[in-house]
């Protein structure tokens, strides 16, 4: 069993990167075969555009979805791009570490799901949720805060995490087919002492000895809604 | 009367490019000032990292917080940083323009926010929602997504767009203070002909013509929560 971890944190001595070790170590005593993708020492490109093609569609105008089609089916994609993608299709537990920035993952890490998340490879216009193309891996977020865990609670000032969280679950992880398990959320993380976080590091190694256990978030279902979409999922490509 | 468009889009000839325009034009018809910041071709620099800052406040250990505090009060901001924060500070109203990649802002448009949003400037730990340090701006997400308008209503299969949007609205914007106005969302862009295009067009006109009379969303209250957050508050900065 592979697992992917992908970081994004810009410090190497963060408690993100403590986490990813741990998480790491935690696996391969599992025995899981384990990829990290650190993103800030591998200075991994966060924006999407024509550099992340060497293959050309349509010169006059850059349309994302078709581009990445095009590259996929013609080996145009850029190397980092196609070192990724393979890691993503390899893995069967991907799991995204990284502090909460703005309510939201920090830019490099959408700038690898922007990237690497290929139209037509990881979703089609019929292939999404039950039907993604991800369908039979697992993902994890693990992640990190500044704030005390109340105000990410109900009624919290901040809102709830599942909440906050729900773009990536649903709209990245659910979207693409994947078994989407419960977050592990560290809160007040740059006011934690050495104890709690020790305590966090020993909590997360538990989580992930019980991945099996974990009950999976919910997530819609395609075929509820195709009776609805049919006409749109229909329609010419753009 | 002050505005600063930011644009995230890789196609200068996409329809985001094109709303820009409109709106610019729109609002410069109503009196407005406008600065854009085209960020695709500003090539801007999406990832935070130490080369956001010409001072260093701690060599050994980079947090973002205290870096982005120390530099702003010693006048040691990179310099494509220090503009749009400048543009930022000065503008009475923020759009945000773009398209919806993965059911969240382009990850060039998430290091905008990553990088000018600065820690201390836009917000302190005492200094969130009413009381952020943005108070009295008011800001508009114009978006378009690739889906059809049912897919993000109510019980649609993608999620509604105002619960997806709101690590935007309530954890960027209305968390510095800005009042928040209704979004004006394109829906299935990719499939849009002329026509309905145009008619995109001429609504977003007429939405940035009635700015005055659009309500306001829903934020938190800082001093709600105090009573339970005073604790956390208080402690020492990490």
Redesign the interface.
Known sequence: MKALIVVAH??P?SFTLALAAAGRLSLEQQGWEVAVSDL?RMQFK?????DDFTTVSNP??????LEQRHAWSHQGLAPDVAAEVARLLATDLLILQFPL????????L??W??RV?LSGVVYGRNA??ERGRLAGKRALICLTT???A??FGPN????EID??L???H???LG?TGMTVLPPFVCH?????GDDARRDMLDRYRAHLNRLDTLEALAM?R?AD?LD??QP?LR????
């Open positions: 810009p410090e001595d800030y966060a924006v999407l555009d024509r006059d105008r850059f349309n994302v979805s920035w703005w309510f939201a993952a920090p830019a490099i959408k700038g799901i922007d998340f999404m949720f500044g704030g005390p109340e105000a919290g000032l901040y809102g909440d906050l729900r773009p990536l649903r709209g990245v979207f007040d993380v740059p006011y934690a819609p395609l809604h609805r979409l749109s329609r010419p490509a753009g």
